[in-house]
T-cell receptor
Framework: DTAVSQTPKYLVTQMGNDKSIKCEQN?????MYWYKQDSKKFLKIMFS???????INETVPNRFSPKSPDKAHLNLHINSLELGDSAVYFC????????????FGPGTRLLVL | GENVEQHPSTLSVQEGDSAVIKCTYS??????FPWYKQELGKRPQLIID?????GEKKDQRIAVTLNKTAKHFSLHITETQPEDSAVYFC????????????FGSGTRLQVQP
């Protein structure tokens, strides 16, 4: 159950602040993702990294900056938080080769006041 | 890019009945189709998946069917139980390029005891 972990689990902050969310996976996977789940439960890809290299960068404001210090970690830093950033952010990872299954972290519930 | 549509958005069934959720996808290059179950406040968890070289896959009370020609796939849950109540997401993954899941909008399944 701790294969993909995220911290913090909850984050409440004021508009304009800067915050970070951390993700770690101990599955030995090469690819990691950040997804955003909005209030209507819609899950959307934000970023993908493969072996510390950015692969996908969807239409996400540049206030969001992912960082992968090594292939087991993918952090998300958000500058100048806005009300619309309130959501649940899920980290996920996937193995190599023909392994397609993505394993999700527990999520970080961000509330911007 | 890929677009995945999911229906219905809500589904209420009596315990013991069957439930069917349908999805269509737009990109014929997609070749992997997972289904995730998300309980309230929890992470999405894979319940079953199917690859494009297979038309049907079954795991106990859960089955998935795929029609590549029509570009649609369905989740079938038989003998539903109250613990099946959750939000179910279909997703599609292309073989090349982005390799990130495109999710449907989710189906909230309520199994009435």
């Amino acid at each position: 159950d701790t294969a993909v972990s995220q911290t913090p689990k909850y984050l409440v902050t004021q508009m304009g602040n800067d915050k970070s969310i951390k993700c770690e996976q101990n599955l030995g996977h090469d690819t990691m993702y950040w997804y955003k789940q909005d209030s209507k439960k819609f899950l959307k890809i934000m970023f993908s990294y493969n072996n510390k290299e950015l692969i996908i960068n969807e239409t996400v404001p540049n206030r969001f900056s992912p960082k992968s210090p090594d292939k087991a970690h993918l952090n998300l830093h958000i500058n100048s938080l806005e009300l619309g950033d309130s959501a649940v952010y899920f980290c996920a990872s996937r193995g190599t080769g023909g392994e397609e299954t993505q394993y999700f972290g527990p999520g970080t519930r961000l509330l911007v006041l | 890019g890929e677009n995945v549509e999911q229906h219905p958005s809500t589904l209420s069934v009596q315990e013991g009945d069957s439930a069917v959720i349908k999805c269509t996808y737009s990109d014929s290059a997609s070749n992997y189709f997972p289904w995730y179950k998300q309980e309230l406040g929890k992470r999405p968890q894979l319940i079953i998946d199917i690859r494009s070289n297979v038309g049907e896959k079954k795991d106990q009370r859960i089955a998935v069917t795929l029609n590549k020609t029509a570009k649609h796939f369905s989740l079938h849950i038989t003998e539903t139980q109250p613990e099946d109540s959750a939000v179910y997401f279909c997703a599609a993954l292309m073989d090349t390029g982005r390799r990130a899941l495109t999710f449907g909008s989710g189906t909230r399944l309520q199994v009435q005891p």
